[in-house]
């Protein structure tokens, strides 16, 4: 079964208006970025030597957190870009994909990783080895590892996972900062203070939780509104005189003392987001940057196609079909308009998978092709001409 969505730029149809053609562009501030959709211009851009600013300043930042978190949404949040895979389901993060964010003399990579799992979850979803390296790398290679908490998970938002904990203790050296997401489905402050002690063992950059909740009460804040200069003590702060006073050995089981910061966003929402860019951005250290400005992310464009329609998959279909299934481009052409004609094709393993994926009258199928061409247009920037084929 072969589904098609067509490309709505005016110069492959000229009944589209100016307004919606407009619609499509790039804002003035990203006119300079691109993910190349022409595969000669991406190989050129990966090995373009950045220009260097005066005084660079450069920030590797490694996201990590457990699956569906929402590290992804974080990461197209802070880069204003859509560069990850984002889906209600487990897994959509394939493996470790940066993405690029350039403010002035300043650059942030973000290292966006695949969520912690268990050898039965990577086989019963047949996950890449990448679930296992990925994270790893990409705390080693980082200056600040961010934590990433679904405060609204009922099973997860008391602690951190133990793989998670295991890698920090490994990289004990590196600062760290917890943030918790989707906070605009917590509408407690006091259950937020009390998740927030848990998971930072009653101490955040050398301070007591407890002088966080004083100042809380006081002015009836939650806790991301204390004043900055409060818990500011972050890499400089000696935390093994400190954490003896505040920690049990019960509750460093489920936390980590050694946060400098902690941050309360709901990425989806945008809440809390610029607060969070501005503290990384004032944590950036005198470096060569490592990317030319231009770049958004270092993913090939191909895996950026292939990761959409995976991401669309997973929303239409029943659990367990869009982890088992392959997908290879047969054809990536441009067409005299500068829009990419993409031809995916969607290899299923069982008849019952193909029936499920395609749906009735081609329901399903088609439903996926329009939200990835969508998905793909703001990633692009470019209207894009999708063709889905089933096998």
């Not at 490309?7 to 562009?25: G, I, K, M, R, Y």
């Not at 990461?75 to 870009?81: A, D, E, H, P, R």
């Not at 959509?92 to 942030?108: D, G, S, W």
């Not at 998670?164 to 990289?171: A, H, P, R, S, Y």
């Amino acid at each position: 079964r072969r589904i098609s969505t067509t490309c709505s730029c005016a110069p492959c149809d000229q009944n589209v208006s100016s307004t919606e053609n407009l619609a499509c562009l790039p804002s003035s501030n990203d006119l300079q970025k691109s993910i190349p959709v022409n595969i000669d211009d991406y190989k050129a851009l990966k090995k373009l030597k950045p220009f260097q600013p005066q005084n660079p300043h450069l920030l590797k930042v490694s996201i990590l957190g457990e699956p569906n978190a929402g590290k992804s949404t974080l990461t197209n949040s802070l880069v204003k870009w859509k560069v990850c895979a984002v889906s209600s389901k487990v897994h959509t993060t394939r493996k470790k994909a940066a993405a690029v964010l350039v403010e002035e003399n300043k650059q942030i990579v973000f290292l966006d990783t695949p969520g912690f799992v268990t050898p039965e979850q990577i086989k019963k979803h047949s996950l890449e080895s990448s679930f296992v390296m990925d994270p790893r790398l990409s705390v080693r290679d980082a200056n600040i590892i961010a934590v990433v908490v679904d405060i609204a998970n009922k099973y997860t938002n008391n602690r951190i996972n133990e793989n998670i904990l295991e890698l920090l203790q490994d990289f004990k050296e590196k600062q760290t900062i917890l943030i918790l997401n989707k906070i605009d489905a917590m509408k407690s402050k006091t259950r937020l203070l009390s998740f927030t002690k848990t998971l930072t063992c009653g101490c955040i950059g050398g301070v007591p939780t407890s002088e966080f909740e004083k100042t809380s009460e006081e002015k009836g804040t939650a806790i991301d509104d204390v004043p900055s200069d409060v818990g500011k003590k972050s890499v400089e702060t000696d935390f093994n005189n400190n954490q003896n006073s505040f920690i049990s050995q019960k509750r460093q089981k489920d936390g980590w003392p050694h946060f400098s910061r902690v941050f309360m966003v709901s990425s989806l929402k945008n809440d809390g987001i610029e607060d969070l860019r501005n503290y990384l951005f004032s944590q950036a250290i005198p470096h060569d940057w490592m990317y030319p400005d231009s770049l958004v992310t270092d993913q090939h464009p191909h895996d950026i196609a292939l990761m959409i329609v995976r991401e669309k998959l997973l929303e239409y279909l029943p659990q367990e079909i869009p982890y088992q299934v392959q997908m290879t481009i047969s054809k990536w052409e441009l067409l005299p308009s500068g829009c990419p004609k993409i031809d995916i094709k969607i290899h299923c393993t069982t008849p019952r998978h193909k029936r499920f994926i395609i749906g009735p009258n081609g329901k399903h199928i088609a439903a996926c092709a329009d939200k990835s061409r969508k998905a793909m247009r703001e990633a692009f920037r470019k209207d894009v001409v999708l063709h889905l084929g089933v096998k």
